[in-house]
């Protein structure tokens, strides 16, 4: 018997937004590595013999480092086994689900990707932002903001986004939030340029801070992760989206 990965996105959390595909393939899974932030009431419906192992990562605390991962993958599907790859979000959205693919990839192990409902867009749209609306902007920037600003191990441009009129999203970027900010003011975005900050987007704490570039640092300074960052005048449309 010929073993095989399924690297699965979980989407942002709710169970009902795992693809149909996802679901699929975690009714037939032999073993289940799942993260932190991957929708975990889903494993209850697993069959009682399923090996899961959690291999989430917390911030500057992680249960198994990312090789240790690749490894468990390609020695359970050695063994011919159906290895679930549970993912929050979308695995290629800064979900280290490229690196994943390219280790079964060098072993010799059969794998698919299953694509994921990214908090990108979907926490925003839960929270009743559009990322992208006719009339206000036909561009959005998905970012990381897990490193700081002035982090040589940073490579996005805040200034040059700052220039820009298109919605910026930033993902684990509540940490440095005050820094984003400044950077971006300092590429030119106003100051009174709306933002909204998600946290737990899809979940049952849901809460959503809105402020300006200039106040979302106080505003916020109490946001906890997983959050979602939403800079952009689309943020101005939630008030009329939830009135609707």
Same mark, same amino acid.
């Given at each position: 018997?010929?073993?095989?990965?399924?690297?699965?996105?979980?989407?942002?959390?709710?169970?009902?937004?795992?693809?149909?595909?996802? !679901?699929?393939?975690?009714?037939?899974?032999?073993? #289940?590595?799942?993260? $932190?932030?991957?929708?975990?009431?889903?494993?209850?419906?697993?069959?009682?013999?399923? @090996?899961?192992?959690?291999?989430?990562?917390?911030?500057?605390? *992680? $249960?198994?480092?990312?090789?240790?991962?690749? @490894?468990?993958?390609?020695?359970?599907?050695?063994? &011919?086994?159906?290895?679930? $790859?549970?993912?929050?979000?979308? /695995?290629?959205? !800064?979900?280290?689900?490229?690196?994943?693919?390219?280790?079964?990839?060098?072993? &010799?192990?059969?794998?698919?990707?299953? /694509?994921?409902?990214?908090?990108?867009?979907?926490? /925003?749209?839960?929270?009743?932002? =559009?990322?992208?609306?006719?009339? %206000?902007?036909?561009?959005?920037?998905?970012?990381?903001?897990?490193? *700081?600003?002035?982090?040589?191990?940073?490579?996005?441009?805040?200034?040059?986004?700052?220039?820009?009129?298109?919605?910026?999203?930033?993902?684990?970027?509540?940490?440095?939030?005050?820094?984003?900010?400044?950077?971006?003011?300092?590429?030119?975005? =106003?100051?009174?340029? =709306?933002?909204?900050?998600?946290?737990?987007?899809?979940?049952?704490?849901?809460?959503?801070?809105?402020?300006?570039?200039?106040? %979302?640092?106080?505003?916020?300074?109490?946001?906890? =992760?997983?959050?979602?960052?939403? #800079?952009?005048?689309? %943020?101005?449309?939630?008030?009329?989206?939830?009135?609707?």
């Amino acid at each position: 018997m010929t073993g095989h990965v399924a690297i699965v996105g979980g989407g942002p959390g709710d169970p009902g937004l795992l693809t149909l595909r996802g !679901f699929e393939l975690l009714k037939q899974a032999d073993v #289940v590595l799942v993260d $932190r932030l991957a929708p975990h009431a889903l494993l209850d419906g697993l069959r009682p013999d399923v @090996e899961v192992v959690d291999v989430g990562k917390e911030p500057h605390r *992680h $249960r198994r480092g990312q090789r240790e991962i690749e @490894e468990l993958m390609i020695d359970r599907a050695r063994r &011919g086994l159906r290895v679930v $790859r549970l993912k929050g979000g979308d /695995p290629y959205v !800064f979900g280290r689900g490229g690196e994943e693919a390219l280790a079964c990839a060098a072993a &010799g192990v059969p794998y698919a990707v299953v /694509p994921g409902v990214t908090s990108a867009v979907s926490v /925003p749209a839960l929270a009743g932002i =559009p990322v992208t609306h006719r009339g %206000v902007t036909q561009e959005a920037s998905i970012v990381s903001g897990h490193a *700081h600003p002035d982090d040589p191990a940073s490579t996005v441009d805040w200034e040059r986004l700052g220039a820009g009129t298109g919605t910026v999203v930033v993902l684990m970027g509540v940490t440095h939030l005050g820094a984003i900010a400044a950077r971006l003011m300092r590429g030119g975005r =106003p100051d009174t340029t =709306p933002v909204a900050v998600i946290q737990d987007g899809a979940g049952p704490a849901a809460r959503v801070v809105t402020a300006t570039l200039a106040t %979302v640092a106080s505003a916020a300074r109490d946001v906890r =992760p997983p959050a979602v960052t939403v #800079v952009g005048e689309v %943020v101005a449309l939630r008030d009329q989206l939830l009135a609707g």
